[in-house]
């Protein structure tokens, strides 16, 4: 049987990544963007995955899309919300609008997402739900304010949904990312990225496909008997 898989922001860096290792271990993808058509055009063209643009703070739209996704190819098996965006600036300096941009996308669309998947998979005891938090929602950061609440927001909510859904075979886990190369990191200065990567145990930057490969491990049938869990892959650099 072939699962059906969700992945938000899933045609550019670690979402690109997740989507590729999914579909590489045989599920069907759908990954989902918000807004650079040309780039999930070209992810499309180039790997064969379904995309499919929506606002994933928009609740009404994530109800909309999973429904249509269900009509047209089955009921949604694995859902990874990992869309996510940062609108850094100190508190002193962070808009009321900065701060409720991320937390409308990073966190409350993963209740929007669950909203729109949780029950049928409730409904057909089977279920894999995995959040991509954050480092710095763990440790914190100078600067993010809304990405480390919203990101802090997400391992609370996986373990509360994990409860709800143990039962039924839904099971809900988090990732916590440390600093991984990607696009979001690049327009960090040089001086900079040496003190991130100095602060790394490991010694590196991490790379998207050492996160998928956590991803597809939670999403797996092998993995039934985790839930409520944050595996941290982060080089080392924040323990706990």
Known sequence: MTRIAVVTGGTRGIGEAISLKLKEKGRHVIANYGGNDEAARAFSARTGIDVRKWDVGDHQACLDACAEIEGQFGPIDILVN??????????????????????????????????????????????RIVNVGSV???????????????????????????????????????????????????????NVMEKIVAQIPVGRLGQPEEIA??????????????????????????MY
Not at 84 to 107: C, H, N, P, S, Y
């Open 213 to 238: 490969r956590g991803v597809e491990f939670l999403t797996s049938d092998n993995a039934s008997f985790i839930t409520g869990s944050t595996l941290s892959i982060n080089g080392g650099q924040h």
């Open 136 to 190: 710095n929602g763990q440790g914190g950061q100078i600067g993010q304010v809304n990405y480390a609440a919203a990101k802090s927001g997400i391992h609370g909510f996986t373990k509360s949904l994990a409860m709800e859904g143990a039962r039924f075979g839904v099971t809900a886990n988090a990732i916590a990312p440390g600093y991984i190369a990607t696009e979001m990191l690049s327009t960090i200065p040089d």
């Open 82 to 127: 990992n869309a996510g965006i940062t609108r850094d600036a100190t508190i002193m300096k962070m808009t009321f609008e900065q701060w409720d941009e991320v937390i409308r996308i990073d966190l409350t669309g993963c209740f929007n997402m669950a909203k729109a998947c949780f029950p049928n998979m409730r409904t057909r005891s089977w279920g």
